[in-house]
């Protein structure tokens, strides 16, 4: 500078028209001088970087242009080359001791680091020592050697063999700055808990001892070289930080070494934004970090006591303050700071976050269902096969053996795991931390606004600053995350989409190992009804069905079962019959129904007549009484008979004998008898001796003295049919439904009750009284 | 047989040879066993169906959430890739609906079918069970009275013990004859009964899932350009997630 000064002086005399020109010139110079020290101490502030370079731009370019001007005068012309040439030269000089430094310095440090990994952290990774984290101490020390060391080599390219007017170095740092300031971000973000757990490991006497054994190896060889600067862990690992922050003071001097007509002028101010920036990143990162750190430390570790001792009323009345606020922006809709794209980002942050933890519930399920699926469909196959296939026969063909089936399926839910799941289980884990802040986002941009209406100075400011860090990070960091987030679920979509498409593949192959020949459904059907048809002829099948059926039958209509009696039921013949062969004695009454159970046996109906002619069976059982029925002779369990007492069966059965009186008296009974008799086909000439015995017995009831009149009144009396029956035999009558019926006779020849003779549109036959109702004629 | 240690002392001959009666226990023992086999398959297959519903519901239920997803309405791309996985997981839910219809048609109802024989063949059984039953215990009477003195209502009881034996006997025969006869055709004509079943299931199971597989083999298509294999995205996974980790608003603990 004071060279360029003397210059002035010596052409002021001759050239005294440009002073101006030149002073002006000179402020410029000066003015840049203080600018650069200005920029080198406020290195810090990215956006005040950035006008300045903008304004040293455009001081260039006037330059240019001044360069361009034809009107400027030749001397003053040749002035200022002959100037700039002097002063490029010295600043030329100046350059190359700048690069000399930058390469020398950065080949130190390499070498410091490269010491560093060789004695302290290799040995101790190797030694594995339990409870050392290497990596928490030094979290990518390596990279950043790495990184180091690619930009050694790329300085060293630059600068070896090449002109110092061609060198270019800007190029160099705007070229590693990506990588270079990923790997710094990651080693300054760790380095706090990276101290905190040195000196927490330092408190520990053995871990202390590893850790100081490497460090003092390390120091050996630094004292071999005559450098004993390393004192300790600590200001190891502090090495790459101050490093990084030596760039920006490095690269600025260089620029400022550099006359702007070298080609290297402009990449080197990119080269310096660009470093400044990465610096400024990493405080901004460590800055935030604090302040998330504050936050999540809020909500998590604390336990109610915590939250209680920390009730007071500032943080109460604060709360409160935040809630009237927020009703007052919900009601009075009062201007709010307003920040689009951070809502736009919450917003997509929300549908993601929303996403995917339906995508891992639904696919979870789905997955568990898909499993069952598989299995319960393996299984029956291959149960169903071993039923429909003879073992010894085409076992070897059948391709699924039950050990490999499974598998498919197994790998499924593996790889479903791994490449649908875990991610995104992981990245649902990774949620709450930005809703929480987000969270306090809100709260403290409700504090802002309040400040903002009261317009308090101070505590707006402070307000507004926590708010613009929170938000500036956020919207930041959203951005980053929901891109991520974004991407990954769609890779699970698609590895889930992939998945179940060679599941699918899987299974087919699987089996259509075993596909059969097209068969149509018909074709089944046919060839399994003409199966089931020979099975259902099989004897014990059919023995079985008819029991059912006739169960069935017995079960739907109970009487026609009885108008079907294997035995022919007694008499009035066999009664008179009875009644004049046997004594009084002799003759027994069946108190109730009684089933044959044994050989020899009879059965017998309630109020029918029996002569006792044993009172003991063969095998001398007086349980067991002979009895003969007047039709037939057997066994009859004597608790069913009771002596018979004539007068008192007349009064009881009065209205069977006056219906069999009546009977006699219809023209009808005559032509239904013999249907009858051949129905039941009954043993015994009972037909020839009917009549006369029949007349006997008719005598003899109507002598004792049964109102005959009245049951003809009765006997008039008009039915009508409930349901509709159908005859089953030709001693029945159909009926249809309502039609109307005369009843002749309320009982049957045997006295049953239930069965009813009817006569209807000239035909008669019994039909069931329980399907008649009265005929009223109101 | 278990009556063994009653009969001490009176040494009967076996009234049912041993052969036979094993004849009997074997075919009657394979009978059983496919009755049990059926009657498990039934439960299965209906396990089966049942999962194949859930599992179709709930790959719909995936699309469906990802459809009334509000991240739709801001990303044409994911809303493309959703509506085609809610096209894909319909059609698959409309094949598994007409796979278990089919399954249902040739496969269930045939068993039911099946199934419905067995009683018959149990009561059938049973009734042999109680012939037997019968003449034994007739035998044992005429044996009885045989061993006895002959006076005469001896003789008389005997002679009455035979009547009564000799109708008894006969059913039995006759039914152990029927069922010996009969068991083992039942037992057959299994094969011929559910080999066109068995088709139809595993016909079923690869129509269903080649369609599938064309539907989901097209969706990958339609979606995935790139073709990423699996390690691809597993790598690029974990980058994100790595990279979801390192931001400071992320909670690491």
Same mark, same amino acid.
């Given at each position: 500078?004071?060279?360029?000064?003397?210059? &002035?002086?010596?052409?002021?005399?001759?050239?005294?028209?440009?002073?101006?020109?030149?002073?002006?010139?000179?402020?410029?110079?000066?003015?840049?001088?203080?600018?650069?020290?200005?920029?080198?101490?406020?290195?810090?502030?990215?956006?005040?970087?950035?006008?300045?370079?903008?304004?040293?731009?455009?001081?260039?370019?006037?330059?240019?242009?001044?360069?361009?001007?034809?009107?400027?005068?030749?001397?003053?012309?040749?002035?200022?080359?002959? @100037?700039?040439?002097?002063?490029?030269?010295?600043?030329?000089?100046?350059?190359?001791?700048?690069?000399?430094?930058?390469?020398?310095?950065?080949?130190?440090?390499?070498?410091?680091?490269?010491?560093?990994?060789?004695?302290?952290?290799?040995?101790?990774?190797?030694?594995?020592?339990?409870?050392?984290?290497?990596?928490?101490?030094?979290?990518?020390?390596?990279?950043?050697?790495?990184?180091?060391?690619?930009?050694?080599?790329?300085?060293?390219?630059?600068?070896?063999?090449?002109?110092?007017?061609?060198?270019?170095?800007?190029?160099?740092?705007?070229?590693?700055?990506?990588?270079?300031?990923?790997?710094?971000?990651?080693?300054?973000?760790?380095?706090?808990?990276?101290?905190?757990?040195?000196?927490?490991?330092?408190?520990?006497?053995?871990?202390?001892?590893?850790?100081?054994?490497?460090?003092?190896?390390?120091?050996?060889?630094?004292?071999?070289? &005559?450098?004993?600067?390393?004192?300790?862990?600590?200001?190891?690992?502090?090495?790459?930080?101050?490093?990084?922050?030596?760039?920006?003071?490095?690269?600025?001097?260089?620029?400022?070494?550099?006359?702007?007509?070298?080609?290297?002028?402009?990449?080197?101010?990119?080269?310096?934004?660009?470093?400044?920036?990465?610096?400024?990143?990493?405080?901004?990162?460590?800055?935030?970090?604090?302040?998330?750190?504050?936050?999540?430390?809020?909500?998590?570790?604390?336990?109610?006591?915590?939250?209680?001792?920390?009730?007071?009323?500032?943080?109460?009345?604060?709360?409160?303050?935040?809630?009237? #606020?927020?009703?007052?922006?919900?009601?009075?809709?009062?201007?709010?700071?307003?920040?689009?794209?951070?809502?736009?980002?919450?917003?997509?942050?929300?549908?993601?976050?929303?996403?995917?933890?339906?995508?891992?519930? #639904?696919?979870?399920?789905?997955?568990?269902?898909?499993?069952?699926?598989?299995?319960?469909?393996?299984?029956?196959?291959?149960?169903?096969?071993?039923?429909?296939?003879?073992?010894?026969?085409?076992?070897?063909?059948?391709?699924?053996?039950? &050990?490999?089936?499974?598998?498919?399926?197994?790998?499924?839910?593996?790889?479903?795991?791994?490449?649908?799941?875990?991610?995104?289980?992981?990245?649902?884990?990774?949620?709450?931390?930005?809703?929480?802040?987000?969270?306090?986002?809100?709260?403290?941009?409700?504090?802002?606004?309040?400040?903002?209406?009261?317009?308090?100075?101070?505590?707006?400011?402070?307000?507004?600053?926590?708010?613009?860090?929170?938000?500036?990070?956020?919207?930041?960091?959203?951005?980053?995350?929901?891109?991520?987030?974004?991407?990954?679920?769609?890779?699970?979509?698609?590895?889930?989409?992939?998945?179940?498409?060679?599941?699918?593949?899987?299974?087919?192959?699987?089996?259509?190992?075993?596909?059969?020949?097209?068969?149509?459904?018909?074709?089944?059907?046919?060839?399994?009804?003409?199966?089931?048809?020979?099975?259902?002829?099989?004897?014990?099948?059919?023995?079985?069905?008819?029991?059912?059926?006739?169960?069935?039958?017995?079960?739907?209509?109970?009487?026609?079962?009885?108008?079907?009696?294997?035995?022919?039921?007694?008499?009035?013949?066999?009664?008179?019959?009875?009644?004049?062969?046997?004594?009084?004695? @002799?003759?027994?009454?069946?108190?109730?129904?009684?089933?044959?159970?044994?050989?020899?046996?009879?059965?017998?109906?309630?109020?029918?007549?029996?002569?006792?002619?044993?009172?003991?069976?063969?095998?001398?059982?007086?349980?067991?009484?002979?009895?003969?029925?007047?039709?037939?002779?057997?066994?009859?369990?004597?608790?069913?008979?009771?002596?018979?007492?004539?007068?008192?069966?007349?009064?009881?059965?009065?209205?069977?004998?006056?219906?069999?009186?009546?009977?006699?008296?219809?023209?009808?009974?005559?032509?239904?008898?013999?249907?009858?008799?051949?129905?039941?086909?009954?043993?015994?000439?009972?037909?020839?001796?009917?009549?006369?015995?029949?007349?006997?017995?008719?005598?003899?009831?109507?002598?004792?003295?049964?109102?005959?009149?009245?049951?003809?009144?009765?006997?008039?009396?008009?039915?009508?049919?409930?349901?509709?029956?159908?005859?089953?035999?030709?001693?029945?009558?159909?009926?249809?439904?309502?039609?109307?019926?005369?009843?002749?006779?309320?009982?049957? %020849?045997? &006295?049953?009750?239930?069965?009813?003779?009817?006569?209807?549109?000239?035909?008669?036959?019994?039909?069931?009284?329980?399907?008649?109702?009265?005929?009223?004629?109101? | 047989?278990?009556?063994?240690?009653?009969?001490?002392?009176?040494?009967?001959?076996?009234?049912?040879?041993?052969?036979?009666?094993?004849?009997?226990?074997?075919?009657?023992?394979?009978?059983?066993?496919?009755?049990?086999?059926?009657?498990?398959?039934?439960?299965?297959?209906?396990?089966?169906?049942?999962?194949?519903?859930?599992?179709?519901?709930?790959?719909?239920?995936?699309?469906?959430?990802?459809?009334?997803?509000?991240?739709?309405?801001?990303?044409?791309?994911?809303?493309?890739?959703?509506?085609?996985?809610?096209?894909?997981?319909?059609?698959?839910?409309?094949?598994?609906?007409?796979?278990?219809?089919?399954?249902?048609?040739?496969?269930?109802?045939?068993?039911?079918?099946?199934?419905?024989?067995?009683?018959?063949?149990?009561?059938?059984?049973?009734?042999?069970?109680?012939?037997?039953?019968?003449?034994?215990?007739?035998?044992?009477?005429?044996?009885?009275?045989?061993?006895?003195?002959?006076?005469?209502?001896?003789?008389?009881?005997?002679?009455?013990?035979?009547?009564?034996?000799?109708?008894?006997?006969?059913?039995?025969?006759?039914?152990?004859?029927?069922? %010996? @006869?009969?068991?083992?055709?039942?037992?057959?004509?299994?094969?011929?009964?559910?080999?066109?079943?068995?088709?139809?299931?595993?016909?079923?199971?690869?129509?269903?899932?080649?369609?599938?597989?064309?539907?989901?083999?097209?969706?990958?298509?339609?979606?995935?350009?790139?073709?990423?294999?699996?390690?691809?995205?597993?790598?690029?996974?974990?980058?994100?997630?790595?990279?979801?980790?390192?931001?400071?608003?992320?909670?690491?603990?």
């Amino acid at each position: 500078m004071e060279h360029e000064e003397a210059t &002035g002086k010596g052409n002021m005399g001759t050239k005294k028209k440009n002073l101006t020109f030149l002073r002006s010139r000179l402020y410029m110079l000066e003015r840049r001088k203080t600018d650069t020290v200005v920029e080198s101490s406020v290195s810090g502030d990215h956006a005040g970087t950035l006008r300045r370079s903008q304004s040293d731009r455009t001081e260039y370019n006037q330059k240019l242009q001044e360069k361009m001007t034809p009107q400027a005068g030749r001397a003053a012309e040749a002035l200022t080359q002959e @100037e700039a040439e002097h002063q490029t030269r010295r600043m030329m000089a100046r350059r190359s001791k700048v690069i000399e430094e930058l390469v020398q310095t950065e080949r130190d440090y390499l070498k410091d680091l490269e010491l560093c990994i060789k004695e302290v952290v290799q040995p101790l990774r190797n030694k594995q020592i339990d409870r050392l984290d290497v990596d928490s101490l030094f979290s990518n020390i390596e990279s950043v050697h790495q990184i180091s060391a690619k930009l050694l080599s790329l300085l060293e390219e630059a600068t070896a063999d090449v002109e110092p007017a061609m060198q270019v170095i800007g190029e160099v740092f705007l070229q590693i700055k990506g990588p270079l300031e990923d790997t710094y971000k990651i080693y300054c973000y760790h380095h706090d808990t990276a101290h905190s757990v040195l000196e927490s490991y330092e408190k520990e006497e053995e871990l202390k001892q590893q850790l100081s054994l490497c460090v003092q190896s390390l120091q050996n060889i630094y004292m071999q070289e &005559g450098k004993p600067n390393l004192t300790n862990m600590s200001s190891l690992l502090i090495k790459p930080i101050q490093r990084v922050t030596k760039y920006p003071l490095l690269l600025c001097e260089l620029r400022n070494s550099t006359p702007p007509s070298h080609p290297d002028f402009r990449a080197l101010e990119d080269a310096f934004t660009a470093v400044k920036d990465i610096n400024v990143n990493i405080n901004e990162l460590k800055r935030w970090k604090d302040l998330v750190l504050k936050y999540k430390k809020n909500d998590e570790e604390e336990s109610l006591k915590d939250k209680l001792s920390k009730l007071s009323i500032h943080s109460i009345s604060k709360k409160s303050k935040r809630v009237t #606020n927020y009703l007052k922006i919900l009601t009075r809709g009062e201007s709010q700071v307003k920040d689009s794209t951070f809502n736009r980002e919450e917003k997509l942050f929300r549908s993601l976050e929303k996403t995917a933890r339906h995508c891992v519930k #639904n696919i979870s399920f789905c997955l568990q269902h898909i499993q069952d699926a598989m299995h319960f469909a393996l299984q029956s196959v291959l149960q169903l096969q071993e039923i429909s296939c003879t073992k010894d026969e085409e076992e070897g063909v059948q391709p699924e053996a039950p &050990g490999n089936a499974p598998y498919p399926c197994d790998d499924f839910v593996a790889h479903l795991q791994k490449l649908v799941l875990t991610p995104l289980s992981a990245l649902l884990s990774l949620f709450p931390g930005p809703q929480k802040l987000i969270q306090k986002r809100y709260d403290k941009l409700l504090d802002y606004n309040s400040y903002l209406q009261r317009a308090a100075g101070e505590e707006s400011d402070l307000a507004k600053k926590e708010y613009e860090a929170l938000n500036a990070q956020l919207v930041e960091e959203l951005q980053v995350f929901n891109q991520a987030a974004r991407k990954i679920l769609l890779n699970c979509l698609c590895s889930f989409i992939t998945l179940l498409r060679d599941l699918m593949g899987v299974k087919q192959q699987l089996y259509s190992a075993a596909a059969p020949v097209t068969l149509l459904v018909s074709n089944i059907f046919e060839m399994q009804n003409r199966v089931l048809e020979e099975v259902q002829n099989l004897n014990f099948m059919k023995d079985n069905s008819a029991t059912f059926i006739e169960r069935k039958l017995s079960f739907e209509k109970k009487k026609p079962v009885q108008i079907l009696p294997e035995v022919p039921r007694q008499t009035d013949t066999h009664r008179s019959k009875l009644l004049s062969t046997y004594s009084i004695e @002799e003759l027994y009454q069946a108190k109730r129904k009684c089933n044959a159970t044994q050989e020899y046996d009879i059965n017998l109906l309630e109020g029918e007549l029996v002569a006792v002619m044993e009172q003991k069976d063969p095998l001398g059982s007086t349980s067991r009484w002979l009895v003969d029925t007047g039709l037939i002779k057997g066994y009859v369990y004597s608790s069913f008979l009771k002596p018979y007492n004539p007068a008192k069966v007349q009064k009881a059965g009065a209205e069977n004998r006056s219906c069999d009186d009546d009977f006699d008296n219809i023209s009808l009974f005559v032509s239904s008898r013999p249907t009858r008799n051949s129905v039941t086909s009954t043993p015994e000439g009972s037909i020839s001796d009917s009549s006369s015995s029949l007349s006997g017995t008719c005598g003899k009831f109507e002598t004792n003295g049964t109102d005959v009149d009245s049951f003809q009144e009765v006997d008039e009396q008009i039915f009508y049919a409930v349901h509709a029956f159908e005859a089953r035999s030709n001693c029945e009558l159909s009926l249809q439904e309502y039609q109307r019926v005369h009843i002749l006779r309320f009982c049957d %020849l045997s &006295g049953n009750k239930e069965w009813w003779l009817a006569e209807a549109q000239g035909q008669k036959g019994y039909v069931p009284a329980n399907y008649l109702g009265k005929m009223t004629y109101a | 047989m278990s009556w063994i240690p009653f009969k001490i002392g009176q040494p009967k001959k076996q009234i049912v040879p041993k052969t036979v009666e094993r004849d009997f226990e074997r075919e009657y023992g394979k009978l059983q066993q496919l009755e049990e086999q059926t009657r498990k398959l039934q439960k299965d297959l209906k396990k089966s169906t049942d999962a194949d519903l859930a599992m179709s519901k709930s790959a719909v239920k995936i699309s469906l959430d990802l459809l009334s997803n509000p991240l739709c309405e801001q990303d044409q791309d994911f809303l493309n890739m959703v509506t085609a996985l809610d096209t894909a997981m319909k059609r698959m839910d409309a094949f598994n609906q007409e796979k278990v219809n089919q399954i249902q048609k040739t496969v269930v109802e045939p068993l039911k079918k099946f199934g419905s024989v067995f009683p018959s063949l149990n009561m059938a059984v049973k009734r042999r069970e109680q012939a037997l039953q019968d003449y034994r215990r007739l035998q044992a009477k005429v044996e009885k009275y045989e061993e006895k003195e002959k006076t005469g209502p001896v003789l008389a009881k005997l002679h009455q013990a035979r009547e009564e034996l000799r109708p008894v006997r006969d059913d039995f025969e006759a039914k152990n004859k029927q069922l %010996l @006869e009969e068991m083992p055709r039942f037992y057959n004509s299994r094969l011929d009964y559910f080999q066109p079943s068995f088709e139809s299931l595993v016909r079923a199971q690869v129509v269903y899932y080649s369609e599938m597989h064309k539907i989901f083999g097209d969706l990958t298509q339609q979606l995935d350009q790139p073709g990423h294999s699996d390690e691809q995205r597993e790598r690029e996974n974990e980058a994100k997630l790595n990279e979801l980790r390192a931001l400071s608003i992320v909670a690491d603990d």
